[in-house]
């Protein structure tokens, strides 16, 4: 997978939005999970199909690579 920039709601914003990379993408289980990069920090985050918005959460899903 290519990376990309796209907007995101960001968890430690309160779900205000900012711009984030979209590096790799997993399967957890039936969920598509992404790898994303915001301001250095690497997170998990997913994305709503209804609102074609991704949910980045910078704070408990931060991750150590």
Known sequence: ???????AHIHSLDGKMDEV??????????QKTYIVD???IKCTA?????TCTYFADDIY?????
């Not at 997978?1 to 907007?7: C, D, E, L, V, Y």
């Not at 990379?21 to 039936?30: A, I, P, Q, R, Y």
């Not at 997913?46 to 209804?50: L, Q, S, T, Y």
């Open 38 to 40: 915001y301001n250095g």
């Open 21 to 30: 990379t979209v590096l790799d993408e997993k399967m957890s289980g039936n």
């Open 1 to 7: 997978m290519k990376s990309f920039k796209t907007m």
């Open 61 to 65: 899903g931060r991750l150590q690579l």
């Open 46 to 50: 997913v994305f709503n199909c209804f």
